[in-house]
């Protein structure tokens, strides 16, 4: 059998800026992802505790580094791991050459159609665990993935929902910064989406708090996965001097976030696992 081989699709380098920024951010991130991942891995040995049936086709919608794939891969019979981040897909294909039933693909996850014929359709089950919060928005990540889903084919879609990060968006806001924290979309607007695409479903949210010593390591621990907010990367030389951020911001933000947060350096993760199934038209 020969190796699987990366399959980069047109999509892959997307025109829409804030996608080509998310793609350049977690394609940075890729060599230490692993390192830097802990809640992340949590979130996701939740996510896997469903046991699915034995499928002919699942997908693993923003793969990253490839974590879920030892599982997937022993699991079913294919295995088509898909990220908008190549460096992402490059690790995954390194970490599991001992597969030989995973293809790799490069694409956007709003436009998975696009990716055809390379990504082979239909899709009996779309595993997805905290990537579709980059999506441009619920419907067109939804209905992107109905487009490759067979019909009554399943979605396991684990998604970083509102208020994440609420009260560190609250201290940034009260320092006139709001935009240095990513804004997610509710429970409620991803089931809307769920019934728009043609899905009904089951939905489950769970709440996961990562602690820290002080709040310079708290903030790492989401730039340093490639999760930060675009507009948050202060220190840019292209930025004006007016949007760098100052020791003297920071040690502000530092003091109101402490004040609401109980004086406990923490994030706050609320993510929904939304079990859905494609309705046969």
């Excluded at 020969?2 to 399959?7: E, G, K, N, R, S």
Aim: hydrophobic share 40%; net charge negative; aromatic share 8%.
């Amino acid at each position: 059998m020969t190796t699987p081989i990366v399959t980069p699709a047109t999509s892959c380098t997307p025109n829409d800026e804030l996608k080509t920024s998310v793609a350049h951010r977690f394609g940075k991130a890729a060599a230490h992802y692993d390192s830097n991942a802990h809640i992340q891995q949590r979130i996701l040995d939740w996510s896997l505790r469903i046991d699915l049936p034995s499928y002919s086709q699942v997908m693993d919608l923003g793969c990253g580094t490839g974590r879920a794939l030892t599982q997937l891969a022993g699991r079913h019979q294919h295995c088509v791991a898909v990220d908008i981040a190549q460096p992402m897909l490059n690790m995954a294909q390194d970490k599991h050459r001992q597969f030989h039933n995973i293809s790799y693909h490069c694409a956007d996850f709003d436009a998975l159609a696009h990716a055809q014929p390379q990504i082979s359709a239909p899709i009996d089950c779309v595993f997805s665990s905290m990537a579709l919060q980059w999506s441009s928005d619920p419907l067109s990540a939804l209905q992107s993935i109905a487009d490759v889903l067979a019909p009554n084919g399943r979605a396991l879609l684990t998604i970083l929902v509102s208020p994440s990060f609420g009260t560190l968006r609250q201290a940034w806001s009260q320092i006139g910064r709001a935009t240095a924290v990513n804004q997610f979309c509710s429970v409620s607007q991803w089931q809307q989406a769920a019934s728009q695409a043609g899905f009904s479903g089951n939905y489950h949210i769970e709440v996961f708090v990562d602690a820290f010593a002080d709040f310079s390591s708290m903030l790492h621990s989401i730039k340093d996965v490639g999760a930060s907010s675009s507009s948050a990367n202060t220190h840019s030389i292209n930025k004006p001097a007016s949007t760098i951020l100052t020791k003297s911001d920071f040690a502000h933000a530092q003091q109101v976030f402490l004040a609401l947060n109980g004086g406990q350096f923490s994030l706050d993760y609320h993510v929904v696992q939304c079990d859905l199934t494609r309705l046969a038209k």
